[in-house]
């Protein structure tokens, strides 16, 4: 696994942790993996544009598909970038799955974005505000 | 001074305490704005594509935002966050560790495709409300425009109303800001141009294969601008402005009465004793002729007196150019190892002349230099880019008036092309610029090919009006005697002329009084060093001084240094 693919996944753990951590009424990993792609959508959509990033998403999905062809019965939003279905998703799959569904596109869009701005960047764009995990943004090298 | 004018003084000095200034960490761009950029000013930057608008901007926004005060970098249509971001972090004043915090990216593209300004200019409010940011830039507030072409909207807010507002809102937050836009110059009449506090104008010029790129500060509420187009350069650093020097500022220091040796044997004494401080020299001559040489052994010796030096060189590597003067015993390496001697290399062939004035100004600090030598104005003029060089003569006029101002001697060469005396410099009709000319030629003696250099011109110093030999030794350059008894030296195919009354030396031949006359030129000298300056074998050096001092024109003391018995016919 590259150093760019592991950084990215860290984001990915350490929004889903942070989730969890700051509302207690979080109990469940779905919902907290589902917040954490909200916060990471929200933030990357007002910094890339919501069509900048609705493509990006749309790609993304189209490559985790491959790996996780249960995201085939998810929708994305129109114009503001979302994720539809996640709920029939859990009644299907199961919650497991999903989860590792969802937190597989968050890495798929993170590596893509890191490839083309460098993943320092990409963290600190949907970290914005100084980072709670700092060790995320120092490059290991 | 009146009262009047005391008043006026006055309340200049309290409406400038008023209106701080922001430094732009673009170099050079302070001094064009007359200071740096005013606080809270609402500015716009035009210019047409690919001529520096976002890299401008980003520089001087990574060198002002702090998390304390932000800066909040709206993009539009033209300009996606992720191709600026991708493009802008390879420059070095991008500093990755101030995107998201002090530097906040948000995009706009949604509402400008909505086309209704009102939304636009509540999103802009809602963001600044939110971040508070000390800076606030719209990267392209023409797209914001696209497709408008002047017409309102329905329902839209109409355009003028959207800029004064924006302005009035980003002022009242306290809020630096910048307006990026594709303008032309005949759009001056654009609402944005007349609320903008400061208008700069981006441009670039292809002419053949340069690109010459300029920056005009065309309007800045409340502070004295430089005037005129300014030449600037866009590196892996970014934006690098040359101010353009105007006329006025490079006052000349008074001349003193200090001179400078030239290092170069001979030279100094029929130059009144040296160059004077402070001069510009220009040495003219033929290629081959030891223009190099001569500028070589100025440079050397102005390092063995302890001064600081600058050499510019345009036709050959700063490497060569020591390998040479090394080969002449001028170790020149060792200088610039311990910062008495900058070599400048200048050749992109795009350069304009205040980019190389301001290089050359920086190394004469860094090496706190009292020369300076350019060589050559042949090669200086090949290396600027084409659109400047139709104005070299103005160009060299302000570069050696702002060189003079601070001081520094300025020794210069440039080549004679065709047939004396109707030959000319290069650098045609440059003289005037000059405070002192020599000029080189080659002549013919006797079927063989000599040199000869000639002082045209010392201003307000007397020097010698004569026609000298010069040689190109081992060791460099070393004058010799005046060339006397031939005719014909401006056609540069002599004729000996026949003797005209008494003979200068009684008893002595052409070559005997040759000797003679160059022991008389210099004072006193060794044999080895009189036959050096002479241009005569050692063997027959000596025969000569024993017939000398045989018939009692010359006498050697016990150190073996001849001195003359006889004046100079001169």
């Not at chain 1, 189209?62 to 249960?70: A, D, G, K, Q």
């Not at chain 2, 009242?172 to 001056?188: A, H, K, N």
């Not at chain 2, 195919?493 to 070559?511: A, K, Q, R």
């Amino acid at each position: 696994m590259s150093t760019e693919v592991r950084r990215a996944r860290d984001l990915t753990r350490s929004l889903t942790a942070r989730a969890a951590r700051n509302d207690p009424s979080v109990d469940d990993d779905e919902l907290a993996v589902l917040i954490a792609c909200e916060r990471a959508f929200v933030e990357l959509s007002r910094s890339l544009g919501a069509p900048g990033f609705g493509t990006l998403l749309r790609r993304a999905k189209v490559i985790t598909e491959r790996t996780h062809p249960l995201l085939g019965g998810m929708h994305l939003g129109g114009l503001a970038p979302y994720l539809g279905g996640v709920p029939d998703l859990v009644q299907l799959h199961g919650g497991p799955a999903v989860i590792e569904g969802l937190e597989a596109i968050l890495d798929t869009i993170f590596s893509m974005l890191g490839g083309l701005i460098g993943i320092d960047m990409v963290i600190r764009l949907v970290e914005r505000d100084p980072p709670l995990d700092s060790t995320l943004v120092e490059d290991p090298k | 001074m009146t009262t009047r004018k005391r008043i006026i003084k006055k309340r200049v000095a309290v409406a400038a305490s008023n209106l701080k200034s922001l430094q732009t960490g673009v170099p050079g761009f302070d001094a064009v704005l007359g200071g740096g950029l005013p606080e809270f000013s609402f500015n716009l930057i035009a210019g047409s594509p690919g001529t520096g608008k976002t890299t401008l901007v980003q520089q001087m926004v990574f060198a002002n935002a702090t998390i304390e005060r932000p800066a909040l970098y709206f993009t539009v249509l033209g300009e996606p966050t992720i191709k600026m971001l991708r493009y802008q972090r390879h420059f070095g004043f991008f500093d990755p560790a101030l995107v998201g915090g002090a530097i906040q990216y948000v995009n706009l593209g949604e509402e400008a495709l909505d086309g209704d300004l009102s939304v636009v200019l509540a999103r802009i409010v809602a963001e600044v409300e939110r971040v508070k940011p000390g800076f606030v830039v719209v990267d392209s507030f023409r797209s914001l425009m696209a497709g408008r072409d002047g017409r309102e909207v329905e329902g839209s807010l109409p355009i003028e109303h959207f800029i004064q507002r924006l302005a009035l809102h980003l002022t009242t937050w306290e809020v630096t800001s910048f307006l990026l836009g594709e303008y032309s110059e005949r759009e001056q009449r654009n609402p944005v141009f007349t609320v903008a506090d400061g208008v700069f104008w981006l441009s670039q010029v292809t002419d053949r294969n340069s690109v010459v790129r300029k920056v005009q500060a065309v309007k800045i509420r409340g502070q004295a601008q430089m005037p005129g187009l300014h030449t600037f350069r866009i590196t892996d650093s970014g934006l690098q402005i040359f101010p353009r020097i105007p006329e006025q500022q490079s006052q000349r220091r008074p001349q003193t009465a200090v001179r400078l040796a030239t290092g170069v044997p001979g030279l100094d004494e029929v130059m009144g004793g040296g160059v004077p401080a402070g001069d510009a020299v220009m040495l003219a001559g033929p290629a081959g002729s030891g223009k190099t040489t001569f500028a070589t052994q100025f440079v050397a010796e102005g390092l063995r007196q302890g001064e600081g030096v600058v050499v510019v060189v345009f036709e050959e590597y700063p490497e060569e150019y020591l390998a040479r003067a090394k080969a002449r015993s001028h170790d020149l390496e060792k200088s610039t190892e311990v910062g008495r001697l900058k070599m400048l290399y200048l050749r992109p062939l795009d350069l304009s002349v205040d980019e190389t004035l301001a290089e050359v100004l920086e190394a004469v600090v860094e090496v706190d230099a009292t020369r300076v030598v350019i060589d050559s104005l042949s090669g200086f003029e090949v290396a600027l880019a084409p659109a400047f060089r139709k104005d070299f003569r103005e160009s060299l006029y302000r570069l050696v008036g702002a060189l003079t101002a601070t001081g520094v001697t300025i020794f210069m060469t440039t080549e004679i092309v065709g047939s004396y005396p109707a030959g000319r410099f290069t650098t045609e009709k440059v003289s005037f610029i000059t405070d002192d000319i020599i000029v080189q030629r080659f002549v013919e003696i006797d079927g063989e090919l000599r040199t000869v250099l000639a002082i045209h011109k010392m201003r307000g110093s007397k020097h010698s009006r004569e026609f000298l030999t010069y040689s190109i030794t081992d060791q460099g350059a070393v004058v010799g005697p005046p060339l006397r008894h031939y005719k014909g030296i401006t056609t540069g195919v002599l004729e000996l002329m026949p003797p005209s009354g008494p003979p200068g030396y009684v008893g002595l031949t052409d070559h005997e009084s040759h000797l003679l006359e160059t022991l008389v030129h210099i004072g006193s000298s060794s044999r080895a060093m009189l036959s050096e300056r002479a241009g005569v074998p050692l063997p027959e050096a000596k025969r000569i001084l024993q017939r000398l001092e045989l018939l009692g024109y010359a006498v050697a003391d016990p150190a073996g240094n001849w001195t003359p018995l006889a004046k100079p016919a001169w």
